[in-house]
Protein backbone atom coordinates (compact mmCIF):
# COMPACT_ATOMS: atom_id res chain seq x y z
CA UNK A 1 0.00 0.00 0.00
CA UNK A 2 1.07 3.98 0.03
CA UNK A 3 2.85 4.32 3.31
CA UNK A 4 6.02 5.99 4.42
CA UNK A 5 7.15 4.95 7.53
CA UNK A 6 9.52 6.45 10.72
CA UNK A 7 11.40 4.23 13.01
CA UNK A 8 11.18 6.40 15.63
CA UNK A 9 8.62 8.56 16.93
CA UNK A 10 11.06 10.67 19.22
CA UNK A 11 14.49 11.46 19.28
CA UNK A 12 16.28 13.16 22.42
CA UNK A 13 19.71 14.84 21.80
CA UNK A 14 21.99 17.24 23.01
CA UNK A 15 22.95 20.20 21.76
CA UNK A 16 25.91 20.18 19.61
CA UNK A 17 25.37 16.41 18.90
CA UNK A 18 25.03 14.75 15.71
CA UNK A 19 21.48 13.41 14.72
CA UNK A 20 20.02 10.85 12.73
CA UNK A 21 16.09 10.43 11.50
CA UNK A 22 15.07 7.41 9.51
CA UNK A 23 12.12 6.71 7.73
CA UNK A 24 11.17 3.87 5.56
CA UNK A 25 9.35 3.86 1.74
CA UNK A 26 7.39 1.68 0.48
CA UNK A 27 6.72 2.54 -3.05
CA UNK A 28 10.26 1.45 -5.32
CA UNK A 29 8.63 3.24 -8.17
CA UNK A 30 8.88 6.73 -6.36
CA UNK A 31 11.60 8.58 -7.85
CA UNK A 32 12.07 11.83 -5.24
CA UNK A 33 12.19 12.00 -1.67
CA UNK A 34 12.01 15.09 0.47
CA UNK A 35 12.79 16.18 4.33
CA UNK A 36 10.08 18.62 5.44
CA UNK A 37 11.00 20.69 8.93
CA UNK A 38 7.53 21.42 11.29
CA UNK A 39 7.84 23.68 13.89
CA UNK A 40 4.57 23.96 16.14
CA UNK A 41 2.22 25.78 14.49
CA UNK A 42 3.46 26.04 11.21
CA UNK A 43 3.69 24.69 7.89
CA UNK A 44 5.87 21.83 7.03
CA UNK A 45 9.32 23.78 5.69
CA UNK A 46 11.45 22.20 2.87
CA UNK A 47 15.05 21.19 4.10
CA UNK A 48 16.61 19.28 1.46
CA UNK A 49 15.48 16.68 -1.50
CA UNK A 50 17.11 13.38 -3.36
CA UNK A 51 16.10 11.67 -6.47
CA UNK A 52 16.73 8.00 -6.95
CA UNK A 53 19.32 8.32 -9.32
CA UNK A 54 21.25 9.47 -6.13
CA UNK A 55 22.77 7.98 -2.86
CA UNK A 56 23.51 10.75 -1.06
CA UNK A 57 23.16 14.33 -1.23
CA UNK A 58 24.39 17.50 1.60
CA UNK A 59 23.16 20.93 2.45
CA UNK A 60 23.92 23.28 4.94
CA UNK A 61 24.62 20.88 8.48
CA UNK A 62 21.92 18.28 6.86
CA UNK A 63 22.87 15.02 4.38
CA UNK A 64 19.88 12.93 3.35
CA UNK A 65 20.85 9.12 2.76
CA UNK A 66 18.88 7.07 0.21
CA UNK A 67 19.48 3.43 0.04
CA UNK A 68 16.95 2.13 -2.48
CA UNK A 69 18.11 -1.73 -1.45
CA UNK A 70 15.58 -1.35 0.90
CA UNK A 71 13.79 1.48 0.50
CA UNK A 72 15.16 3.43 3.51
CA UNK A 73 15.57 7.05 3.64
CA UNK A 74 17.82 9.32 6.65
CA UNK A 75 18.18 12.94 7.57
CA UNK A 76 21.41 13.37 9.32
CA UNK A 77 21.70 16.69 11.27
CA UNK A 78 25.27 17.98 12.51
CA UNK A 79 25.90 19.80 15.30
CA UNK A 80 22.19 19.88 16.54
CA UNK A 81 20.78 23.35 17.51
CA UNK A 82 18.14 24.21 19.74
CA UNK A 83 16.25 25.78 16.93
CA UNK A 84 16.33 22.34 15.27
CA UNK A 85 13.66 21.05 18.07
CA UNK A 86 10.51 19.94 15.42
CA UNK A 87 8.55 17.08 13.79
CA UNK A 88 10.26 15.89 10.74
CA UNK A 89 8.68 13.82 8.05
CA UNK A 90 10.07 12.70 5.12
CA UNK A 91 7.99 12.37 1.78
CA UNK A 92 7.74 10.45 -1.22
CA UNK A 93 6.46 11.61 -4.50
CA UNK A 94 4.56 9.07 -6.54
CA UNK A 95 5.41 11.61 -9.67
CA UNK A 96 3.75 10.97 -13.28
CA UNK A 97 0.60 13.24 -13.66
CA UNK A 98 0.40 14.11 -10.35
CA UNK A 99 3.36 14.99 -8.10
CA UNK A 100 1.27 13.54 -5.12
CA UNK A 101 3.12 13.29 -1.89
CA UNK A 102 3.25 10.50 0.68
CA UNK A 103 4.01 11.70 4.47
CA UNK A 104 4.77 9.38 7.43
CA UNK A 105 3.58 10.27 10.60
CA UNK A 106 6.93 12.03 11.97
CA UNK A 107 9.62 12.19 14.23
CA UNK A 108 9.95 14.58 16.95
CA UNK A 109 13.44 15.43 17.32
CA UNK A 110 14.12 17.61 20.50
CA UNK A 111 17.15 19.05 21.28
CA UNK A 112 18.56 18.90 25.03
CA UNK A 113 20.57 22.20 25.74
CA UNK B 1 9.05 32.56 4.24
CA UNK B 2 7.33 30.60 1.12
CA UNK B 3 5.59 33.16 -0.21
CA UNK B 4 2.20 31.06 0.26
CA UNK B 5 -0.51 32.49 2.46
CA UNK B 6 -3.66 30.99 3.41
CA UNK B 7 -6.51 32.22 5.23
CA UNK B 8 -8.20 32.24 7.90
CA UNK B 9 -5.55 30.81 10.21
CA UNK B 10 -8.23 29.30 12.30
CA UNK B 11 -11.96 28.66 12.23
CA UNK B 12 -14.90 26.90 14.20
CA UNK B 13 -17.40 25.28 12.41
CA UNK B 14 -20.54 23.15 12.98
CA UNK B 15 -21.05 19.71 11.52
CA UNK B 16 -22.80 19.71 9.23
CA UNK B 17 -21.73 23.36 8.02
CA UNK B 18 -19.64 24.43 4.87
CA UNK B 19 -16.52 25.65 4.86
CA UNK B 20 -14.15 27.23 2.25
CA UNK B 21 -10.39 27.79 2.99
CA UNK B 22 -8.29 29.70 0.90
CA UNK B 23 -4.84 29.80 -0.72
CA UNK B 24 -2.59 32.33 -2.54
CA UNK B 25 0.39 30.60 -4.21
CA UNK B 26 3.78 31.88 -4.90
CA UNK B 27 4.30 33.75 -7.71
CA UNK B 28 5.16 31.67 -10.81
CA UNK B 29 3.52 28.70 -9.19
CA UNK B 30 1.02 27.29 -11.62
CA UNK B 31 0.29 23.74 -9.66
CA UNK B 32 -1.35 23.44 -6.11
CA UNK B 33 -2.01 20.67 -3.91
CA UNK B 34 -3.86 20.52 -0.64
CA UNK B 35 -3.61 18.37 1.98
CA UNK B 36 -5.21 17.61 5.47
CA UNK B 37 -2.96 17.27 8.25
CA UNK B 38 -4.51 15.50 11.50
CA UNK B 39 -2.82 16.00 14.97
CA UNK B 40 -0.39 13.97 15.42
CA UNK B 41 -0.16 12.83 11.59
CA UNK B 42 1.81 13.30 8.38
CA UNK B 43 -0.10 15.86 5.71
CA UNK B 44 -2.65 13.68 3.71
CA UNK B 45 -3.23 14.32 -0.25
CA UNK B 46 -6.65 15.37 -0.84
CA UNK B 47 -5.93 16.89 -4.58
CA UNK B 48 -4.06 18.97 -6.85
CA UNK B 49 -4.91 21.59 -9.50
CA UNK B 50 -3.04 22.80 -12.50
CA UNK B 51 -4.45 25.66 -14.92
CA UNK B 52 -7.91 25.47 -13.06
CA UNK B 53 -8.10 21.63 -13.37
CA UNK B 54 -7.91 18.84 -11.02
CA UNK B 55 -4.91 16.93 -11.56
CA UNK B 56 -5.13 14.13 -9.34
CA UNK B 57 -6.97 13.14 -6.21
CA UNK B 58 -6.39 11.29 -2.97
CA UNK B 59 -9.09 9.03 -0.78
CA UNK B 60 -11.16 11.94 -0.19
CA UNK B 61 -14.96 11.89 -0.40
CA UNK B 62 -16.73 14.62 -3.33
CA UNK B 63 -17.48 16.50 -0.59
CA UNK B 64 -13.75 18.38 -0.97
CA UNK B 65 -13.77 19.82 -3.63
CA UNK B 66 -11.62 22.45 -4.86
CA UNK B 67 -11.01 25.43 -7.56
CA UNK B 68 -8.12 27.00 -8.95
CA UNK B 69 -8.24 30.38 -9.92
CA UNK B 70 -5.69 32.16 -13.12
CA UNK B 71 -4.11 34.08 -10.82
CA UNK B 72 -3.28 30.66 -9.33
CA UNK B 73 -4.78 31.29 -5.84
CA UNK B 74 -7.14 28.56 -5.20
CA UNK B 75 -10.08 27.50 -2.85
CA UNK B 76 -10.81 24.25 -0.83
CA UNK B 77 -14.31 23.69 -0.20
CA UNK B 78 -15.82 21.23 2.51
CA UNK B 79 -19.58 20.40 2.18
CA UNK B 80 -21.17 18.56 5.01
CA UNK B 81 -18.79 19.11 7.86
CA UNK B 82 -17.81 15.91 9.96
CA UNK B 83 -16.47 16.16 13.07
CA UNK B 84 -13.58 13.86 11.94
CA UNK B 85 -12.85 16.61 9.46
CA UNK B 86 -11.36 18.52 12.55
CA UNK B 87 -7.81 19.26 10.95
CA UNK B 88 -5.37 21.45 10.03
CA UNK B 89 -5.36 22.22 5.90
CA UNK B 90 -2.47 22.62 3.96
CA UNK B 91 -1.82 24.07 0.99
CA UNK B 92 1.64 23.62 -1.57
CA UNK B 93 2.39 24.97 -4.36
CA UNK B 94 5.28 24.68 -7.22
CA UNK B 95 5.94 25.39 -10.66
CA UNK B 96 5.30 21.88 -12.99
CA UNK B 97 8.42 23.20 -15.35
CA UNK B 98 10.65 24.34 -12.15
CA UNK B 99 11.22 20.75 -10.20
CA UNK B 100 9.28 18.81 -8.24
CA UNK B 101 9.85 20.73 -4.64
CA UNK B 102 6.25 21.95 -2.91
CA UNK B 103 6.47 24.76 -0.72
CA UNK B 104 3.80 24.91 2.12
CA UNK B 105 1.57 27.66 3.59
CA UNK B 106 1.20 27.94 7.18
CA UNK B 107 -2.11 26.17 7.28
CA UNK B 108 -5.96 26.77 8.11
CA UNK B 109 -6.90 24.93 11.58
CA UNK B 110 -9.83 23.84 11.34
CA UNK B 111 -12.21 22.52 14.39
CA UNK B 112 -15.57 21.05 13.73
CA UNK B 113 -17.87 21.31 16.53
Known amino acids: GESVGLHLPTLSVQEGDNSIINCAYS??????FIWYKQESGKGPQFIID?????DKRQGQRVTVLLNKTVKHLSLQIAATQPGDSAVYFCAENYGGATNKLIFGTGTLLAVQP | ETGVTQSPTHLIKTRGQQVTLRCSSQSGHNTVSWYQQALGQGPQFIFQYYREEENGRGNFPPRFSGLQFPNYSSELNVNALELDDSALYLC????????????FGPGTRLTVL
Open chain 1, 27 to 32: NSASDY
Open chain 1, 50 to 54: IRSNM
Open chain 2, 92 to 103: ASKDLAGGDTQY
